[in-house]
Nanobody, 116 residues
Framework: QVQLVESGGGLVQPGGSLRLSCAAS????????MGWYRQAPGKQRELVAA???????NYADALKGRFTISRDSAKNTVALQMNSLKPEDTAVYYC??????????WGQGTQVTVSS
């Protein structure tokens, strides 16, 4: 498996932008998909976006057009660019990964708060 460390969360005003990053270490050669999930207080964890080793992406329908996932396989990182943020985007954002014969691995999460 891999170890995942997220960064980039924080407090942002409505309409603002944030960029989250996730760095993987360990058996990174076996990763075939990385993604972002989020969990708001009192709600279930939900998929935000995912990207395969081949570059195919999958987004939650409600977030298409505002969020963009990207991956740098050479650096073993995945990023989530979040634009036009809304208060309902407030959540803990988690990075995850699946690999050949294992998964998911989860990061510790990073808090994103959208508030004026």
């Amino acid at each position: 498996q891999v170890q995942l460390v997220e960064s980039g969360g924080g407090l942002v005003q409505p309409g603002g932008s944030l960029r989250l990053s996730c760095a993987a270490s360990g058996s990174t050669f076996s990763i075939y998909v990385m993604g972002w999930y989020r969990q708001a207080p009192g709600k279930q964890r939900e998929l935000v976006a995912a990207i395969s080793s081949g570059g195919s992406t999958n987004y939650a329908d409600a977030l298409k057009g505002r969020f963009t996932i990207s991956r740098d396989s050479a650096k073993n990182t995945v990023a989530l660019q979040m634009n036009s943020l809304k208060p309902e985007d407030t959540a803990v954002y988690y990075c995850n990964a699946y690999g050949t014969g294992w998964g998911p691995s989860w990061g510790q999460g990073t808090q994103v708060t959208v508030s004026s």
